[in-house]
């Protein structure tokens, strides 16, 4: 965190800049917005910026100098992914698609924030409907890794991720159905939490509704877990989301790990690749669980292969996408989006039935492994951010062997999980590790990321000692 610079502050630095008066929230947007200037032509986070940012800064300055914030992010820079309705600004999806009109409500976790106070800094780029991890997508091209633009950001939260590396103010939501948090996050060094399923309410459902959720991508965890407060409200529109549950997600996550079990976990089902520093980044963590009290063991789950079940929910909801979409906009979506879509739109409903038979049965291993285990540890991604500009070649193939093994599980479970950051490798790129707990103890993910956490010191990026070959 930045000392100096309110666009490099966590939120709770800002909140309590403007409640001793010595910050206003228009100040601190001014920061963001000159570094988004500065950096954001070749980071390529935004979507689109809103026009409305600085007035809504500035009504919250009236609201602080008056002692009178409104909620508990008053006045503190958000941005919002753009497959998230935002009233009045598009929702393109990262597709050239979809269609440019505004959005006439506010999606339920947007909603939460402006209720918090939050501003709306703007829209960050996904992937195309969010199907894949590399950063980027036809509409608004490829999004860079402030801590090296030859590196991607991740995806499907692209954009999020970009934002936050780069210092464009502390709080990011994104959405994950099978990583699109947790990857991007680990590949530029953040906290991404995936919560439970319901816990933060979701309209309109995405093309992945069923394993999907929004969540929030930031610098600290303390910050992802008062941002989950604002998010995590329930909403009319959403019949699948959790009952009310008002409460400060920070209230216990000083609470430490002392006494709980913790799994290292290698299989889910099958053995997801990771390289040796991968290796390393869980060992170390685990150490630092150890050392704090947790009782750790090496344990995996009695799980089916899940590779079989995510990449059958996966790809019958691109195909699902594609076919009813008119031929003439076909041409125009990414091209592995197609192939994907291609290989397992074939697929019998019964096929289809059974791997959701089948992703319950994951559920329900999972839900009797943590009856032994409070948390899991693993690795978030087989290896640190690759190359920006390589191709997409085999979706498939890559999804479980380059981008998401390690994540798409606790999606098709539907339990907690988050992303800390464990310091950087050799090539000065960041590494994260993954913990998940029990579905709706998204608490224990929480307090045991803020025990890494304060273990390891994890610098910011500096967007300005990159010299940038793309111009």
Known sequence: MSDTDPAQMSAEQLLSLYASRRLSPVEALQSVLERVARYNPWVNAFATLNPRALKQAGESATRWAAGRPIGPLDGVPVTIKDLLNVQGLPTRRGSKTTSAAPAEEDAPAVIGLRTAGAVILGKTTTTEFGWKTPGDCPLHGISRNAWNPERTVGGSSSGAAAAGAAGFGPLHVGTDAGGSIRIPAAYCGLVGLKPSYGRIPQWPHSAFGQVSCAGPMTRTVRDAALMLSAMARSDIRDPYCMPDDPRDWRAEIEAGVAGLRVAVVRKLGFAPPIDAEGEAAVQTAARILAEQGAIVDYADPVLPDTRAIFGRVWGVALARLVTTMAPEKRALLDNGLEEVAAREGAMSAIDYLGA????????????????????????????????????????????????????????????????????LDEDGMPRGVQLAAAQHKDDLCLRAARVIEKAVAVPVAKPETCQHHHH
């Open 356 to 423: 959701e038979a089948l992703r319950t049965e994951a559920a329900h291993a999972m839900a009797v492994f943590h009856q032994d285990y409070d948390l899991v540890l693993c690795p978030t991604t087989p290896t640190a951010a690759f190359a920006a500009d390589a191709p997409t070649l085999s979706p498939t193939e890559a999804l479980w062997q380059q981008w998401a093994p390690w994540t798409f599980t606790f999606n098709l479970t539907r339990q907690p999980a988050i992303t800390v950051p464990l310091g």
